[in-house]
């Protein structure tokens, strides 16, 4: 199934690791061409050599930059448009989440909710938008979380900031679509990405991945059983970029094994 991404440009926000870095990959072999981002130098090198092995070199446009800096994502976005000629996918997917609950929350964990859930995304809309434009329209998927809709006590920053997100998107997928361009979200469950190896090695540096994950997918009661893979969030990314996707915006389509309740 051909799913007309080949030739276009993709800028993926937090492609360095995780799930941004699969659906880098996935990008690429499908023949568009992809930028991504991250604030660690070496994390980032280390994804250009990886990604590399999926496409040629002049199709990967790699370079780091905070997501929650208006200028870096400006620099970051006009400098993929002069190197590929355009823009059109955007992907946020820069992030992690902030475990604690209301009063062991700061505000500067706040804030930094604020800036990575928010400002990070309008900063990157804003950046990309007149170059979707001038392609005559593109696409924008924003990772969301299963917590946007069902919060939890224990992650109450990213819940509150994740469901302020699912609003926006619905309001830049009413707003934007005069522009043809199509905005839908992605909310995930659990997936097994670089986020949770971080947290397997400072919890439970002694247990087997395969058990904790297992474990993990028990506690949580995952009705598939297992926690995701990143392939299987990039998978639906592509398909919502793809010319299959041309009649769907303002969704959000949840990866998360059966996991979220709301309907
Ligand atoms: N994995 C899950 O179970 C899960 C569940 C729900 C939602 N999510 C969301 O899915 C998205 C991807 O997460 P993941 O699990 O793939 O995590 P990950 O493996 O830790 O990857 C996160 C990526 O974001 C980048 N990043 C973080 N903060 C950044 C910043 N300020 N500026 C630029 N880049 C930044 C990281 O690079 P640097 O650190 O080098 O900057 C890295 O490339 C996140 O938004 C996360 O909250 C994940």
């Not at 080949?6 to 996935?26: P, Q, R, W």
């Not at 061409?33 to 130098?41: F, N, T």
């Not at 299963?146 to 707003?175: C, D, I, Q």
């Not at 909310?187 to 993990?216: C, F, H, M």
Request: charged share 25%.
């Amino acid at each position: 199934m051909d799913l007309g991404l080949k030739e276009k440009v993709a800028v993926i926000m937090g492609g360095t690791s995780g799930v941004g870095l699969k659906t880098a990959e996935m990008f690429l072999q499908e023949g568009a061409k992809v930028a991504i981002c991250g604030r660690d130098r070496k994390r980032m090198e280390n994804a250009f050599s990886h990604l590399a092995k999926f496409g040629p070199a002049e199709q990967i446009f790699a370079t780091t930059c905070d997501v929650t800096n208006k200028e870096d994502v400006n620099r970051f976005v006009d400098a993929v448009a002069e190197n590929f000629g355009g823009v059109d996918v955007l992907v946020n997917a820069a992030g992690q989440s902030v475990m604690g609950h209301f009063f062991d929350i700061t505000d500067e964990q706040w804030k930094e909710q604020i800036e990575l859930k928010y400002f990070a995304i309008i900063y990157a809309v804003r950046a990309v938008y007149p170059y979707l434009v001038k392609r005559g329209g593109g696409r924008i998927i924003n990772i969301n979380a299963t917590l946007a809709k069902e919060p939890e006590r224990h992650m109450v920053a990213t819940a509150a900031t994740r469901a302020g997100l699912l609003n926006l998107s619905k309001t830049l997928a009413h707003e934007l679509a005069a522009d043809n361009i199509l905005v839908n979200s992605v909310s995930l469950g659990l997936i097994r990405t670089d986020q949770w190896e971080r947290r397997r090695l400072k919890n439970a540096p002694n247990v087997d991945a395969e058990s904790y994950y297992a474990d993990l997918a028990k506690k949580r009661n995952i009705p598939l059983g297992r926690v995701g893979e990143p392939e299987e969030v990039a998978g639906v990314i592509l398909f919502l970029a793809s010319d299959w996707a041309s009649y769907v915006s303002g969704s959000t389509v949840e990866v998360a094994g059966g996991l979220g309740k709301a309907l």
